[in-house]
Nanobody, 122 residues
Framework: QVQLVESGGGSVQSGGSLRLSCAASGYTSSRYCMGWFRQAPGKEREGVASINTYGRTSYAESVKGRFTISLDNAKNTLDLQMSSLKPEDTAMYYC????????????????WGQGTQVTVSS
């Protein structure tokens, strides 16, 4: 069973930066995928960024150029560097993971963390 533990959330002023981390354990394959999702009060959960062990990344249009996702395969740690934060980035951020064998596989996101709160004030 894959377990995911997020850290690094907090409060920051508009224009500031935060770095989220997700420590993963329990992988049974070296080929997996991970992503960050967020959910603001009253809104649906949305994908923020994703990466797989081949290094393939994707970003939501709303965060391109401001957020950077990275994966340390050796440590099974996923990071999200968030810069130029805006009040609309305020949400609970979740780390998710799944297994993906091939470069273009869609990540199934079978495993989820508990979330970490990010609050951006104007």
């Amino acid at each position: 069973q894959v377990q995911l533990v997020e850290s690094g959330g907090g409060s920051v002023q508009s224009g500031g930066s935060l770095r989220l981390s997700c420590a993963a354990s329990g992988y049974t394959s070296s080929r997996y995928c991970m992503g960050w999702f967020r959910q603001a009060p009253g809104k649906e959960r949305e994908g923020v960024a994703s990466i797989n062990t081949y290094g393939r990344t994707s970003y939501a249009e709303s965060v391109k150029g401001r957020f950077t996702i990275s994966l340390d395969n050796a440590k099974n740690t996923l990071d999200l560097q968030m810069s130029s934060l805006k009040p609309e980035d305020t949400a609970m951020y979740y780390c998710a993971a799944g297994y993906s064998r091939f470069y273009f596989d869609t990540c199934p996101y079978n495993y989820w963390g508990q979330g970490t709160q990010v609050t951006v004030s104007s």
